[in-house]
């Protein structure tokens, strides 16, 4: 019980996959100009992050490892990966219109967002056990979703400040970036791993 | 070798089938007008309608819960597409144009207290009812340029929002933006306006700003159908604005502007190309 509450804590603050392993920088940096759609965003990435660390640990060890494929692992996954948003984008326009809406079109960008593939590739390396995965898996997202929000608060803020016309834009929203990074390289002794 | 393209080749080929079926299965009929009709808006999502984005929009006339004249960005096209598509009569709104009623720039209209906030109208605002003197002039702060999907609205260096007629598409976002209320919403045909926003009386306008309505009764005098006083400060009679014209030259702090003479001073935009022809013009 303490291995997995080390594992969530340690995926949501300490090796955060935005801002320490710079994974899902490109919807972090552009979807996050409000607080609203940032939101939006880390709940669709949850969702697919889980079920996802779920259909990669079934493929890793029932199909590429019995067979002595493991070095096919990335078109693998990705292949899935891709195929699932897809199929449950369809699923969810059809069952729960309100969830497609709040979802919706966050989907269809994620279908092979590199967070998602890196988590299932992470959760292969450090040789999970099935409910490890799951639960790394929520960790991360969760900790994307934190970040994502938290980078968004600073850029409605920034909008409405003085920024030099050389800073403005792009510019200053990846030295945000940056410092929201550095700040969480604080939580680096919290947990080991 | 054999293996690897099988199971690789097989879980492409089930995942393949599963979207085949699944897209079947669970198919979303859409409305083929629906489609048509979101191509044929403009997709700026400004809002306009009263619908969140075109594609609500586009729905809600599909399914007849909304008036194929709603999408003011468009104008008359788009309105003449909308109803061939969905077989009803183009009965249109005649299209309008925001106006910002106030030529009080930094130069001519008097500040309260310094402001060093954020660049923010609606923050300015906030503080003792903004940093003018005047209670309802423009702040100058840019929020409503910022907001304007088309770019149309530009603030001079002397701190004034003027918004050009011709990019204009009378969607009021700016009017919704605006903490102060000095956008209008006027027909696009009228291009004669009292450019003033404050209620006060002409002593206390006189005070602050050179450009401002004292009230002074001078353009009612002058067309009487045309103006109307309301608490202290004069108004175009837009079902009335061709005659309106004789009184811009009366106007003794010339706070009555044709914009077919040219946009307020300071900004860069070219007076409009095409003129109205005014009756009653002096």
């Known amino acids: 019980m303490t291995e997995l509450l080390l594992i969530l804590v340690g995926a949501i603050f300490v090796n955060n996959f935005v801002l320490s392993r710079f994974l899902g920088i490109c919807p972090f940096l552009g979807v996050s100009k409000k607080v609203e759609t940032a939101l939006g965003m880390g709940m669709a990435v949850t969702f697919v992050m889980t079920i996802a660390a779920v259909v990669t640990w079934f493929i890793q060890y029932f199909i590429l490892i019995p067979f002595g494929i493991e070095y096919l692992q990335t078109i693998a996954f990705i292949l899935v990966i891709a195929s699932l948003v897809q199929l449950v984008e369809m699923v969810v326009q059809k069952t729960s219109p309100v969830l497609y809406q709040a979802l919706g079109i966050f989907l269809p960008l994620i279908t092979t967002n590199c967070a998602v593939l890196g988590l299932a590739v992470l959760n292969i390396q450090k040789e999970y056990s099935f409910l490890e995965s799951v639960i790394f898996a929520l960790g991360a997202a969760l900790g994307f979703t934190l970040a994502m929000v938290l980078f968004a608060g600073l850029r409605e803020r920034i909008d409405l400040s003085p920024v030099p016309a050389s800073f403005r834009g792009t510019a200053i929203a990846l030295v945000t970036a940056g410092l929201l990074s550095l700040a969480f390289m604080g939580f680096a002794g919290l947990v080991k791993g | ?282």
């Open chain 2, 1 to 282: 070798m054999i293996e690897a393209v099988l199971s690789i080749g097989g879980i492409g080929l089930l995942a393949a089938i599963t979207l085949g079926v699944a897209a079947r299965k669970f198919a979303v009929e859409v409305d083929p007008r629906e489609l048509a009709l979101l191509e044929t808006l403009s997709g700026a999502n400004c809002g306009a309608c009263g619908y969140p984005g075109c594609s609500a929009y586009a729905r809600a006339v599909a399914e007849g819960k909304a008036e194929p004249s709603l999408c003011t960005p468009g104008g008359q096209s788009t309105l003449e597409k909308i109803a061939h598509i969905m077989g009803v009569a183009a009965v249109g709104t005649s299209p309008q144009v925001a106006v910002v009623l106030c030529q009080g720039d930094n130069a001519r209209a008097q500040a309260k207290y310094r402001y060093l906030g954020a660049i923010d109208c609606v923050a300015a605002q906030r503080i003792a009812d903004g940093p003018k003197l005047c209670p309802g002039g423009c702040l100058g702060l840019g929020t409503c340029a910022r907001v304007c999907p088309f770019g149309a609205i530009e603030m001079t260096a002397e701190g004034l929002a003027v918004i050009s007629r011709e990019k204009c598409t009378g969607c009021r976002k700016c009017v919704g933006a605006c903490p102060r209320q000095v956008i209008a919403m006027t027909p696009l045909d009228a291009t004669v306006h009292v450019l003033c926003n404050s209620h006060d009386k002409g002593a206390a306008v006189r005070k602050y700003c050179q450009v401002g309505c004292i009230a002074c009764m001078i353009c009612k005098k002058t067309v009487p159908e045309a103006y109307v006083i309301e608490d202290f400060l004069a108004k175009v009679v837009y079902d009335h604005y061709q005659e309106s014209g004789a009184a811009v030259e009366k106007c003794p702090t010339r706070c009555i502007r044709d914009f077919v003479e040219g946009y307020p001073e300071g900004s860069r935009f070219a007076p409009p190309v095409v003129p109205v022809k005014r009756q009653g013009a002096v």
